[in-house]
């Protein structure tokens, strides 16, 4: 069946570094690939998404690429700040109609002034 | 516009008793998801609704949980005799009919079985 992997957290990262977070998929044909953010005492919001091969996610400065031939959607960020920490989710979903989301364990990021 | 919203928002229960979590979709999202955030574990799928097709329940964890969703709007998770291990928050989203839609989620309730 689907299924993600992301790596392990916590993370923890000084104000304006580099962030990557590693994810890896398994799935039959070609998913949708999602980053979801939860920050602390807030619900889960979509952060970026990818349909198709080569396409870039991007949004407040964060990005993700989907790579088919490594199946992976690593997310990344150049200079991150304090209020990025929260916890990030990655997931997939079946392009077959409108199928549940697939996720990641999540990584919780926290980032120290 | 109002987004999906979820009631209780915490809700403490003794082991053995039975509780109901409600989940309110945004107007027209006819796709409602339940899925379950525990320590550990992640977020799991429960169980999809879309419109009047039968639910998808392949993710409900045993039959001592069940959903159902009324008049195409609302939706009841529903857990009976409640153990530790159902402890968790229980989140809801909702998408448009077709097509590769985006969930929305709600903030989900907070399940502790004492």
């Known amino acids: 069946g689907n299924s993600v992997t992301q790596m392990e957290g916590p993370v923890t990262l000084s104000e304006e570094a580099f962030l990557t977070i590693n994810c890896t998929y398994t799935a039959t044909g070609y998913p949708s690939l999602f980053w979801y953010v939860q920050y602390p005492g807030e619900g889960l919001q979509l952060l970026l998404k990818?349909?198709?091969?080569?396409d870039k996610g991007s949004n407040k400065g964060f990005e993700a690429t989907y790579r088919k031939e490594t199946t992976s959607f690593h997310l990344e960020k150049g200079s991150v700040q304090v209020s990025d920490s929260a916890v990030y989710f990655c997931a997939l979903r079946s392009n077959s109609g409108n199928t549940p989301l697939v996720f990641g364990k999540g990584t919780r990021l926290s980032v120290i002034a | 516009g109002a987004g999906v919203s979820q009631s209780p928002s915490n809700k403490v229960t003794e082991k053995g008793k039975d509780v109901e979590l409600r989940c309110d979709p945004i107007s027209g999202h006819t796709a409602l998801y339940w899925y379950r955030q525990s320590l550990g574990q992640g977020l799991e799928f429960l169980i999809y609704?879309?419109?009047?097709?039968?639910?998808?329940k392949s993710g409900l964890p045993s039959d001592r949980f069940s959903a159902e969703r009324t008049g195409g709007s609302v939706s009841t998770l529903t857990i009976q005799r409640t153990q530790q291990e159902d402890s968790a928050v229980y989140l809801c989203?909702?998408?448009?009919?077709?097509?590769?839609?985006?969930?929305?989620f709600g903030p989900g309730t907070r399940l502790t079985v004492l």
């Open positions: 990818a349909t198709k091969a080569d």
């Open positions: 609704f879309q419109g009047n097709s039968a639910p998808d």
């Open positions: 989203a909702s998408s448009l009919a077709s097509g590769n839609n985006e969930q929305f």
